[in-house]
T-cell receptor, first 111, second 112 residues
Framework: DAKTTQPTSMDCAEGRAANLPCNHS???????VYWYRQIHSQGPQYIIH???NNETNEMASLIITEDRKSSTLILPHATLRDTAVYYC????????????FGQGTRLTINP | EPEVTQTPSHQVTQMGQEVILRCVPI?????FYWYRQILGQKVEFLVS????????KSEIFDDQFSVERPDGSNFTLKIRSTKLEDSAMYFC??????????FGPGTRLTVL
């Protein structure tokens, strides 16, 4: 079973920041928080990951709380192409370890 | 930018037939995976593969399923005798050593 809890769906206006929350209260010390998204029925696409520090890349920012029990993915200027299902996954991220997907958050960007 | 490719994009087969789904992972990656997604449901792990052997498999991955890396580039998933419930999107993924898994575009398998 997935070790994360996410809202089922969210809406955001185009051009605004989309903030997607994730709870992972049972995360262990060596587990990372990974975010992937799936646009329509395409293959999941990696977005960002982090251990305990906040992270930023060209796609998004990841804010992890100090106790690491929750995190927020931020898409700073959402576009219509960001409409997708977003998955928050905790994993050690090493080698053969599988990804366990939950239901994710269906994010809809509205014009 | 290197990417994972999968063929065919859509496979239609009759129940009881064998199918082989093909994947070409990113060339310097060491770990390979198959996942599936039944329409409207979540992505499910099937199997991971490293150093020419299965590292882990889920309970879905029963004796009807097998994986192979027949040469240095291809990674295949075989379903020996397809069932209606095998209809799904099948995604291949690869990983270099640690970090993010890269997913292919998927093969849509339809079993009639």
């Amino acid at each position: 079973d997935a070790k994360t809890t996410q809202p089922t769906s969210m809406d955001c206006a185009e051009g605004r920041a989309a903030n997607l929350p994730c709870n992972h209260s049972t995360i262990s010390g060596n587990e990372y928080v990974y975010w992937y998204r799936q646009i329509h029925s395409q293959g999941p696409q990696y977005i960002i990951h982090g251990l305990k520090n906040n992270e930023t890349n060209e796609m998004a920012s990841l804010i992890i709380t100090e106790d690491r029990k929750s995190s927020t993915l931020i898409l700073p200027h959402a576009t219509l192409r960001d409409t997708a299902v977003y998955y928050c996954i905790v994993t050690e991220g090493r080698g053969a370890q599988k990804l366990v997907f939950g239901q994710g958050t269906r994010l809809t960007i509205n014009p | 930018e290197p990417e994972v490719t999968q063929t065919p994009s859509h496979q239609v087969t009759q129940m009881g037939q064998e199918v082989i789904l093909r994947c070409v992972p990113i060339s310097n990656h060491l770990y390979f995976y198959w996942y599936r997604q039944i329409l409207g449901q979540k992505v499910e792990f099937l199997v991971s593969f490293y150093n020419n052997e299965i590292s882990e498999k889920s309970e879905i991955f029963d004796d009807q399923f097998s994986v192979e890396r027949p040469d240095g580039s291809n990674f295949t998933l075989k379903i020996r005798s397809t069932k209606l419930e095998d209809s799904a999107m099948y995604f291949c993924a690869s990983l270099e050593q640690r970090g993010e898994q890269f997913f292919g575009p998927g093969t849509r398998l339809t079993v009639l």
